[in-house]
């Protein structure tokens, strides 16, 4: 990419502005000069853009297809600007032109393309590819709505629209050349060929366009510059009937189709029986296929026995996974393959990820709507299952009665994990503990059955968005003390670990964490009006609302606090703001409960004067990636709270700990492995581990109500929960009282509430040594590296792809 000196970005952002908005610089809005430096950066892109493609033409080399309806991958300005190695230029010529440049890199709207965890994670693995110059791709769908946009109303969650598009998104390239046609419904025929062999046709099937539009992704200084390629819905043919009847009816179908990349699901853990929904999935993956086999054709000129040499698709958790299938209808029914060969090649060129062993996010599709929606690839699943069972009862007698349950198709319903599973050459889980349980509890049978077929990525997330631009003054801070090398290295962070008793440098460390806090501080007063203490502990929860990530078991502990500081208002503790960020799925009843407790419960200790401010509740709206980059740099506490097996990794508790904020937490997920580098000393663990949860579940020993009647913290808080908050007897949550009662607390939320108490409180204690903390702070950021995405994505790249870096 060519270097930019501060002199020819000013003269650019002068001349763009005027050839574009015919204005001169100083009459230009921030949002024009966002578009203006948008597309200068573009530019620059494009020709390292149409470099890339050309090598990977003459090259040839593997190619790793990303498979996911999800891609969170925020704003692009300022990570484009840093991997193009232009954010420093940008930034003094955007100061010298009298702007602010984060006001600037404010006026990009987030494409909310994703949900949480499982879309930022396919964002930072985009990011990683680029940047390690692997030649890998993500395929998505380009959903004109993305993630709703949060508001609070009387402390409610309400829900608006997120119409991103509404403004041109100025990273998007159309390729309407490279649109592909998608056949739904219909039916199936089916011919005798003279050689035996069967051919299908169909009729009457509902024809949709898929056209992508293509979003560049840029390595870090490294010239490389892969695709992001979205696919959107478009009618076959623009409306041409004349007659009155048939216009109509065509424009509403037109219409109906347009649906098919509508709106993003905003559930992320619940699998609705929707058809849209599977519409949606085959869509992404019909149209994916299409495009990868074509490029596989015109490099390659092979027969397709050889693909698996070229071509590796991971398939992101099961929500891809009808690739599967459609893959072997192409093999058979359109290349001309036999059963036994299409099996091979489709069995050599997917592999999985499974995110969740939550038994309600395990996707199950209803036989009937996939016959009607994938006719064909209904009849090839079928197959699949037939011989997959088979197989079981003649080579596994010692599984025949467990084939109910490893069944592709069982009481009606298709198992998409068991069918990505028999249908992928790897399955791996996200972090150790998951891929642990997957193989010894929830898919034990499977990995008995292809123990060579299981093992562990354990999540990552890039350190440039994360660290570099979120955070920049802890970056130069790390760079001045041991080189730049961490950079591309982000291992090397461990040299830091020679500094833990360094007394100027973390005296440095705490001034950084205190200037972000302020910074936090300032936005939090603009956006609520609350005044925060930014000498306080910034306790952050920042995730999707759950109960198994247990922000309940948080409010639990401010009320707890609440109650002790109305009880005796001398109480000597370290102040301290709870902060969260948190979206709760539209029809998730109870995460909206609990998002109105907590704005409640902030409501009645903000305004309380008796506690003097010794804490605050600020519960920030609308959660994203762009409020992540805002909160993360100033947080001194990472709440990781689930429990213990439901939280297959986390990725936040990563971003956090690498800005330098300790965790609370429980030993689920990664955090068992943050736990093992950074030791107990430097890591606040509370809680059942998984292996008691599975026990209590077994055993039925846990009674919730024992709880209640022997803990007088818990009563109260019930009670209130019952009867109305102090001051607010109007409101009460009478729902989350009888839930936690009545159905015996099924996360352990009461359990754990005593240890997590306690736990806090050996918080308080630590963060009143400063220098003490400052010291552990500098230990998780030194021992952050392992969890850049970098590392993953090599493990990956040689573990499951084998593919090879392009230089
Ligand atoms: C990282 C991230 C998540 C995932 O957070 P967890 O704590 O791992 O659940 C969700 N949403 C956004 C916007 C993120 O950046």
Request: hydrophobic share 35%.
């Amino acid at each position: 990419m060519t270097k930019w000196t501060v002199e020819q970005l000013v003269d650019a952002i002068i001349q763009h502005t005027e050839k574009e908005y015919n204005k001169s610089i100083e009459d230009a809005t921030p949002e024009e000069v966002y578009y203006v430096i948008s597309q200068i950066v573009s530019r620059t892109i494009n020709k390292s853009w149409q470099q890339t493609e050309k090598m990977y033409h003459q090259h040839k080399p593997k190619q790793v297809y990303y498979l996911s309806m999800e891609f969170l991958i925020g704003g692009l300005l300022e990570s484009n600007l840093l991997n193009c190695g232009m954010r420093d230029q940008c930034n003094q010529a955007l100061t010298r032109l009298g702007f602010s440049p984060s006001d600037i890199y404010s006026h990009e709207h987030d494409p909310g393309l994703g949900n949480g965890g499982l879309g930022r994670l396919a964002a930072c693995f985009l990011d990683s590819m680029a940047s390690l110059a692997y030649p890998g791709h993500g395929l998505g769908i380009r959903y004109r709505y993305g993630m709703f946009e949060q508001r609070f109303i009387n402390g409610y969650q309400t829900e608006l629209p997120d119409y991103w598009l509404k403004n041109p998104y100025p990273w998007e390239t159309k390729k309407s050349e490279e649109a592909v046609e998608i056949q739904f419904g219909g039916n199936v025929n089916m011919f005798k060929r003279r050689d035996g062999s069967l051919e299908f046709t169909y009729e009457n099937t509902d024809n949709v366009l898929a056209v992508p539009y293509d979003v560049p992704v840029v390595g870090y200084k490294n010239k490389v510059v892969n695709t992001l390629r979205l696919w959107s819905a478009e009618p076959v043919n623009t409306v041409t009937q004349t007659k009155n009847d048939d216009y109509y009816r065509e424009l509403e179908n037109n219409h109906s189709i347009e649906q098919l990349s509508g709106f993003l699901y905003p559930d992320d853990s619940t699998e609705e029986g929707k058809k849209l929904r599977i519409k949606q999935q085959y869509f992404l993956v019909a149209a994916s296929l299409k495009q990868i086999l074509k490029h596989y054709k015109t490099t390659e000129r092979k027969s397709l026995i050889h693909l698996p040499k070229k071509v590796v698709i991971q398939i992101n958790d099961t929500h891809p996974s009808l690739a599967i299938p459609e893959f072997m209808r192409i093999l058979m029914d359109e290349e001309g393959f036999g059963w036994e060969k299409a099996w091979d090649i489709t069995t050599n060129v997917f592999a999985y990820t499974n995110h969740t062993i939550l038994s309600e996010a395990l996707e199950k599709w209803p036989i009937d709507m996939i016959q009607s929606i994938v006719p064909r690839l209904y009849m090839i699943i079928d197959e699949i299952n037939e011989r997959f069972c088979q197989g079981i009862w003649f080579d596994h007698p010692e599984l025949r009665d467990k084939i109910p349950k490893l069944a592709v198709i069982a009481d009606d319903q298709i198992h998409m994990a068991n069918l990505a599973i028999v249908g992928s050459f790897s399955v791996n889980g996200v972090a150790k503990l998951h891929t642990d349980i997957l193989k010894n509890q929830e898919m034990k049978d499977f990995y008995h059955l292809f123990p060579d077929r299981f093992n562990n990525k354990t999540n990552g997330i890039t350190h440039r968005r994360w660290l570099l631009m979120a955070n920049p003054k802890l970056a130069d801070l790390i760079t001045d003390t041991i080189g730049p090398k961490w950079i591309k290295h982000p291992r090397e962070l461990t040299h830091l670990l020679r500094y833990v008793e360094d007394r100027p440098l973390l005296e440095k460390l705490g001034q950084i964490k205190q200037e972000n806090k302020q910074k936090l501080a300032n936005y939090i007063h603009k956006a609520t009006g609350i005044l925060v203490d930014d000498q306080s502990i910034f306790d952050v929860q920042i995730k999707r609302l759950h109960e198994y990530k247990r922000q309940l078991l948080n409010i639990f502990h401010v009320i707890y606090l609440y109650n002790e500081l109305k009880d005796n208002p001398h109480l000597e503790i370290v102040p301290r703001t709870f902060i969260f960020g948190a979206k709760a799925a539209p029809s998730y009843y109870f995460a909206k409960e609990v998002i109105k407790l907590i704005n409640t419960v902030a409501s009645i200790v903000n305004h309380d004067p008796s506690i003097k401010g010794k804490i605050k509740v600020v519960f920030l709206e609308n959660y994203n990636v762009s409020l992540a980059e805002k909160i993360i740099p100033a947080a001194d506490l990472s709440e990781q709270i689930s429990t213990a097996s439901k939280e297959a990794s986390g990725t936040g508790n990563m971003k956090m700990m690498m800005n330098g904020a300790l965790t609370i937490g429980t030993l689920d997920g990664a955090n068992i492995e943050i736990k093992n580098l950074v030791g107990d000393q430097n890591i606040f663990i509370f809680g059942l581990r998984s292996e008691q949860v599975y026990e209590l579940y077994d055993s039925g020993a846990y009674s919730a109500n024992d709880i209640y009647q022997n803990d007088e913290r818990i009563a109260q808080i019930l009670n209130q929960l019952r009867d109305g908050l102090v001051g607010h007897h109007d409101i009460e949550f009478k729902d989350i009282y009888y839930h936690l009662l009545g159905s015996n607390d099924p996360y352990f939320i009461l359990k754990d509430f005593d240890c997590y108490v306690e736990t806090q409180q050996l918080v308080d204690q630590a963060y009143r040594y400063n220098n003490k903390w400052l010291s552990k702070s500098l230990i998780n950021i030194a021992h952050a590296g392992k969890f850049s995405s970098d590392r993953t994505i090599q493990e990956y790249a040689t573990g499951i792809w084998n593919v090879k870096e392009i230089f």
